[in-house]
Nanobody, 122 residues
Framework: QVQLVESGGGWVQAGGSLRLTCVAS????????LGWFRQIAGEESEFVAA????????YYADSVKGRFIISRDNAKNTVTLHMNILKPEDTAVYYC???????????????WGKGTLVTVSS
């Protein structure tokens, strides 16, 4: 059974930092991109960042570029999102996702975690 399990969410004041980690298990993720999406209640999910299997390909949403950094450790099957200079508008449930290749489109993702809540107060 494939599982993506996120951790690291929580509450932080604006300007602060958080680190989200996702552990993938249940199959080989060779050739799979891993990424993060976020969703505010009542709205569609939004792409945040994605990284290819090799790490040579990385995408960021314009809204987080320069503040968030995505990385992965293939030996541990993990992907990490370092979130800096957080803003209240970053408040959302953050989901880890995996799909073949590298995609910014949620339709390109085959596997999803259950999400972790990030709350940024002003």
């Amino acid at each position: 059974q494939v599982q993506l399990v996120e951790s690291g969410g929580g509450w932080v004041q604006a300007g602060g930092s958080l680190r989200l980690t996702c552990v993938a298990s249940g199959r080989s993720f060779v050739g799979y991109g891993l990424g993060w999406f976020r969703q505010i209640a009542g709205e569609e999910s939004e792409f945040v960042a994605a990284i290819s299997w090799s790490g040579s390909g990385i995408y960021y949403a314009d809204s987080v570029k320069g503040r968030f950094i995505i990385s992965r450790d293939n030996a541990k099957n993990t992907v990490t999102l370092h979130m800096n200079i957080l803003k209240p508008e970053d408040t959302a449930v953050y989901y880890c996702a995996g799909g073949k290749g590298l995609s910014r489109d949620r339709r390109g993702m085959d596997y999803w975690g259950k999400g972790t809540l990030v709350t940024v107060s002003s």
